[in-house]
């Protein structure tokens, strides 16, 4: 399995702030995902971040608002840009077994940050 | 619209007590339906089902799934406290899309 790690693990921001958040893979992996989950909802797709190309957003996300840096193949940030009390949520960052060197199929998760907006 | 629908939504029993997790999907392209725990933040694998009338178990959890009627169900057996989490199911089509659901939020009374 991935060792994901996460930082930071928490924070409190300011209405109109920006943070960014790092995600750290203990192996190369292809494709990096970030997840957000609001308060009482299941986990939603942002966006899969590919090293050396542009992020690939859901609907409903864009990368002015989640920009996505993906410098290598075990590293990748999120920013949450210009923030609302409607960004508080957790924010996961997953990898996909496929890039790793397992034949077990599964979705790994890191530690998730817990970010509150004022 | 692919999606993936959880009950019940939550769930109280005591230790001890037998539950059972349902999960249904529709996904287009379907490859196989993940089983997690979410205890605090990160969720944390439990099962990968492929196939169909396969049990996988894993101490007091098992996992079955039917790609014919397009469910599966988790159950716990002799339930502890420890237990006590939001149980999440999601199906992966063949583009590695996962779809979760909404989550079943299981209590444990002592």
């Known amino acids: 399995s991935a060792v994901i790690s996460q930082k930071p693990s928490r924070d409190i921001c300011q209405r109109g702030t920006s943070l960014t958040i790092q995600c750290q893979v203990d192996?190369?992996?292809?494709?990096m995902f970030w997840y957000r989950q609001q308060p009482g909802q299941s986990l939603t797709l942002i966006a899969t971040?590919?090293?050396?190309?542009?992020?690939?957003?859901e609907s409903g996300f864009v990368i002015d608002k989640f920009p996505i840096s993906r410098p290598n193949l075990t590293f990748s940030t999120l920013t949450v840009s210009n923030m609302s009390p409607e960004d508080s949520s957790i924010y996961l960052c997953?990898?996909?077994?496929?890039?790793?060197?397992?034949?077990?199929?599964?979705?790994?998760f890191g530690p998730g940050t817990r970010l509150t907006v004022l | 619209e692919d999606k993936v629908v959880q009950s019940p939504l939550s769930l109280v029993v005591h230790e001890g007590d037998t539950v059972t997790l349902n999960c249904s999907y529709e996904?287009?392209?379907?490859?196989?339906l993940l089983w997690y725990k979410q205890e605090k933040k990160a969720p944390t694998f439990l099962f990968m089902l492929?196939?169909?009338?396969i049990e996988k178990k894993s101490g007091r959890l098992s996992s079955i799934l039917d790609k014919k009627e397009l469910f599966s169900i988790l159950n716990i057996t002799a339930t502890q406290t420890g237990d006590s989490a939001v149980y999440l199911c999601?199906?992966?089509?063949?583009?590695?899309?996962?779809?979760f659901g909404k989550g079943t939020r299981l209590h444990i009374l002592p």
């Open positions: 997953s990898v996909n077994s496929r890039g790793l060197a397992t034949t077990l199929d599964t979705q790994y």
């Open positions: 192996s190369q992996v292809t494709m």
């Open positions: 971040a590919n090293q050396g190309s542009e992020a690939t957003y």
């Open positions: 996904v287009t392209n379907f490859r196989s």
């Open positions: 492929t196939s169909s009338g």
């Open positions: 999601a199906g992966v089509n063949r583009d590695d899309k996962i779809i």
